[in-house]
């Protein structure tokens, strides 16, 4: 099974400075990848994902996020953060018919 | 279009006791699936379903059951709840597990 690895819990940072969350995934076979966010009180909605193609994909809201094969990796950025970026942020693998997710990370932004 | 629709939004349980959440979607999604939400673990998967009729084991499976006799409604069944089983439960669904994950507004459940 997919074992993904968010390895920072907290991260905070003043606003509009940039931002990197990590995400490394465990297998290199094909796999789509997503980034999921989490608001305070509310369920999950997607804010990227990458099934083939271009290794960057972007959001709407200004995150972007590079797929790495070689280093199994899907790192989220933002150039520039708002305090309405405040929120935990999900990588996730689906392989088969499963999803799996990593344990999160909480952005905080510093005004 | 309500999207999908998780009920109820809390609940407490003592040991023993069984209980089911609901869940139901109106997008005519074929992929449905059960998370739980624990501090610091994530959301881990406890059953999915890619169709009427169909139902897999996830990551966290034991202590629960599901079923899936129509396309819209996929309910969780807690058979003897336990304290291990307080969390907050999220049910989602999509055309695929490949495309976008649409999530319920989560169940809060506390097992005393």
């Known amino acids: 099974a997919q074992s993904v690895t968010q390895l920072d819990s907290q991260v905070p940072v003043f606003e509009e400075a940039p931002v990197e969350l990590r995400c490394n995934y465990s297998?290199?076979?094909?796999?789509?990848l997503f980034w999921y966010v989490q608001y305070p009180n509310q369920g999950l909605q997607l804010l990227l994902k990458?099934?083939?193609?271009?290794?960057l994909v972007e959001s709407i809201n200004g995150f972007e996020a590079e797929f790495n094969k070689s280093q199994t990796s899907f790192h989220l950025r933002k150039p520039s953060v708002h305090i309405s970026d405040t929120a935990e942020y999900f990588c996730a693998v689906s392989e088969a018919n499963n999803l799996f997710f990593g344990t999160g990370t909480r952005l905080t932004i510093i005004p | 279009n309500a999207g999908v629709t998780q009920t109820p939004k809390f609940q407490v349980l003592k040991t023993g006791q069984s209980m089911t959440l609901q869940c139901a979607q109106d997008?005519?999604?074929?992929?449905m699936s059960w998370y739980r939400q624990d501090p610091g673990m994530g959301l881990r998967l406890i059953h999915y379903?890619?169709?009427?009729?169909?139902?897999d084991q996830g990551e966290v499976p034991n202590g629960y059951n599901v079923s899936r006799s129509t396309t819209e409604d996929f309910p969780l069944r807690l058979l003897s709840a336990a304290p291990s089983q307080t969390s907050v439960y999220f049910c989602?669904?999509?055309?695929?597990?490949?495309?976008?994950?649409?999530f319920g507004s989560g169940t809060q459940l506390s097992v005393l």
């Open positions: 379903s890619v169709g009427a009729g169909i139902t």
């Open positions: 997008m005519n999604h074929e992929y």
């Open positions: 990458y099934l083939s193609g271009s290794t």
């Open positions: 989602a669904s999509a055309f695929s597990v490949a495309e976008k994950l649409f």
């Open positions: 297998s290199s076979v094909s796999v789509y």
